[in-house]
Every structure is written in structure tokens, then in C-alpha cells.
């Protein structure tokens, strides 16, 4: 038999066409649609890049508002699905509890011809976050939360939930880019099995449940939840410099670090890290910053490891006062647009994706009748 070398996470393995976004390994640029995540995340609002992710082009001023209030009547959850939220237990993983959601959704409000994939994106990324943080605090306060909060655009809706009040604008902001630098980003984990489920035809809250079940793993969702609690074991730089120098001769792994789409850096590590800058600086308590700072140059002087996405995000979502435990749905409440833009674009020229393996198992053999087996202690394949 032939040997055949297998590219272990399909690792530069091409398995599709899109034009949704391009990470540029070559240049370490980041494009959704042709446009550079740079210029987006100066100059747009989330709600512009969710359209432009979904529709293939920016909004006009007259399709933004639309736009804005389409999700905007879109946030009051219907009551069974306020019950099952209620029963989920308080210690269950967020994204599990999204993953609960979006199915009960999917029941009470069904992929139909009237309401088709649009209409399904638009209402997850309105109601996601209603359930989110409706559940957060009834199970840590026994709250029932109003979630059609007037909140205009999704990053002061998610703070307004969070905290019951209007958000900061520094606040607003720095949560609005990092929705922007997560809302999509090529064929990820769980991009690519929403793109596996909607090939087989199935419907569209069922695409993005898997999505969120392969979100919901640790090498993947969790990242930046994992960044802060190992950034919060360090008092000072210098502390953490020693720490990590130990730790790169150990050669231990280490939360937010690498992002093999690209060659030297993330460009979006950048966006964040300034918006973390300002949050410390804002607060007058820059203590978790500088070690993050001093962190990220010695990875990068010593071993040539970039901080990720996941890196400074995790700044930010603490000094916004979000609990650790809600920083991995952050992803999902981001990456609705981005996941309906592939579900869609895997439908208008689907084939069933099914790859091949390579086996490895054992050569054909016999089959040895149950008496023989007992009598020489024969065991079928481990």
C-alpha cells in the first residue's frame, strides 16, 4: 500500500471556495469582503460589518437603520423559551446554554420559506444575547431581566444587559471592536462544521448549533477566558517575565498565542491591545496591561510567538466588567453574521462535504464464530 501523508487538521488543506474573508498568511492581513480590518475597526460600527459580512456589500444610511431596527425588535425572547432558561442549571457552561437556546429557537420558531436564513441570523444575533445574560442573572440573582433594551447597536446592548444601565462610551467602543475583529474569520473550527451541517441540507439553527458545539471546546471558543486567568496569576512584569522564562524552558504552552493563519502576527491583536491601553488607562489600574505587555514581548523576543485575537480581548472584557465565564460567548454573540454569510454560501453551490480517509486499521481477516473465540481466548480489534 501506497504511504499516505496526512494533513492532521486538514492543516493548508484547500477544501472550498469563498468570499466572505481572507486572512493573508503572506502579508498577515486580515480582509472581510476586500476591506481591511484595520480600516473597519476605525471606522465602522458593528452593525455595518454584520451587514457587510452577511451581504456582500457596506450599508447605505437608509439599509443601516433598517437594519439596526429589524435586530433591535428582534431582542424579547417568547416565554417557553424564557421557562427552559430558567431550568438550565447555574453552573452550566454559557455556551451550553446558547447551544439550549438556539435549539428550543429552532423549535418554536422553525426555517420556513417566509422565514428563511436572513430572518433566522437577524433574530439570533438580537435574542443570543437576551438569552445570555437573561439566564446569567437569573441564576445569580434571581433577576428577570427586560431584554429589548433601547440600545441602538449590539456592543451598548450586551453592556446594558450586563450592567442594567448605559454603557460608557470607551465601554461601548472597545466591546463594539471586539465584536468587529470576531466576526468572522474564513474556514475556523466551527465556521467550518456550520459549513459541514448546512451540506447535508440541513436547517439553519442546526448549522449554527454545531457551529456552537464546536465553538464550545477548549482549543478553540475558550481561549480568552484561558487568557486571563493566566495573565491573573502574576502581581508585576517582572514576576511574570521570570514565570514565563521558566515556563519556555519547560516548554509549556501558553493561552492566547499563535494563530497559524497567519506567518509574524494577528493583525487584530493590535486593535485590541490599543483598546485595552485606553480601558487601563481609563481606570488609572494598568497593573494586568503591563504584564500582558511584558508577556507578549518575551514570547515574541524568545521563542517568535504573536499574541492572537484572544490576547488583549481578554483585557477588555474584564475591565468592561464581564464575569470570565461569559468572555467565550462573546465570540458566538460576534460570529452569528459571519456563520449565516457561510451557511449561505455553502447552499448557493453545496455538495455534501464528505472527505476521505486514510485506513490504518487491520489487513482482512476471517470471521472466527463466537465457541472458537471463547475457546482460544481470541478478542476481536481494540
Known sequence: MTAITVPRGLDGVIVDETRVSLPEKET??????????????????????????????????????????EQQGAR?????????????????????????????????????????????GSRLSACLPSMLFYW?????????????????????????????????????????????????????ASTFAARVAASTLTDAHSAIVAAIC???????????????????????????????????????????????????SDPRNAINREWARRLADESGNRKLYDVAERIESVLLRERGM???????????????????????????LARVCGLVAHIAEQRANNRIIHPSSSYVGPAPRPYVPLARRAAAGARGPK
Open 214 to 264: 464546536a465553538l464550545r471546546g477548549a482549543l478553540h471558543g475558550s481561549a480568552n477566558a484561558a487568557v486571563l486567568r493566566f495573565l491573573q496569576r502574576f502581581d508585576a512584569p517582572d514576576a511574570a517575565e521570570a514565570a514565563v522564562r521558566e515556563m519556555i524552558a519547560q516548554k509549556a504552552r501558553f493561552p492566547g498565542f499563535g494563530q497559524r493563519a497567519y506567518s509574524k
Open 28 to 69: 498577515d492581513r486580515l480582509y472581510y469582503r476586500g476591506y481591511r480590518i484595520e480600516e473597519l475597526a476605525a471606522h465602522a460600527d458593528y452593525e455595518e460589518v454584520a451587514f457587510l459580512v452577511e451581504r456582500g456589500e457596506l450599508p447605505g444610511s437608509a439599509e443601516l437603520e433598517a437594519w439596526r431596527a
Open 306 to 332: 504573536f499574541a492572537n485575537l484572544d490576547y488583549y480581548t481578554a483585557l477588555i472584557y474584564r475591565d468592561c466588567g464581564l464575569p470570565v465565564a461569559l468572555f467565550p460567548p462573546m465570540f458566538l
Open 76 to 120: 424579547a425572547l417568547p416565554p417557553p423559551l424564557v421557562s427552559v432558561l430558567e431550568r438550565v442549571p447555574k453552573d452550566t457552561h454559557p455556551l451550553d446554554v446558547l447551544r439550549t437556546g438556539c435549539s428550543m429557537l429552532g423549535n418554536l420558531e422553525p426555517e420556513t420559506k417566509e422565514r428563511g436564513l436572513e430572518a433566522i
Open 136 to 188: 446569567h442573572h437569573f441564576h445569580a440573582s434571581g433577576k428577570r431581566i427586560e431584554t429589548a433594551t433601547g440600545e441602538p447597536g449590539l456592543a451598548g446592548h450586551i453592556l446594558h444587559l450586563l450592567h442594567g444601565k448605559a454603557p460608557s462610551e470607551l465601554a461601548r467602543r472597545a466591546i463594539e471592536v471586539s465584536l468587529i475583529t470576531y466576526a468572522e474569520h474564513d474556514f475556523n
